[in-house]
């Protein structure tokens, strides 16, 4: 599981490049940035703890986490994109 958090730190990059090249085509909406930005902090969330901990606690945990990441998440990526693109 390591490798999985390694190669989606090393895509994180790619993710932005992604919504810089919406945003310059006039495709980036507010919806498409917050849903893009959540699903990757939530996968990013949950592999890396599922990946330091052995503890099923932990585990579930780090998975409670993860699907938190989604309900403030959204509204807070909403936010910045409101700040950053308008």
Do not use: D, N
Not at 12 to 34: C, D, N
Not at 40 to 46: A, D, N, Q, S, T
Not at 75 to 86: E, K, W
């Amino acid at each position: 599981m390591l490798i999985f958090f390694i190669l989606e730190v090393v895509f994180l990059p790619l993710y932005l490049l992604y919504i810089k090249i919406l945003h310059k085509r006039g495709q980036l909406t507010e919806t498409r940035f917050a849903l893009l930005m959540v699903l990757c902090l939530g996968i990013m969330v949950f592999t890396f703890s599922q990946e330091i901990s052995t503890m099923p606690a932990i585990r579930i945990i780090g998975s409670v986490l993860a699907f938190l990441c989604w309900f403030p998440g959204y509204s807070i990526a909403r936010q910045i994109y409101r700040r950053v693109f308008l």
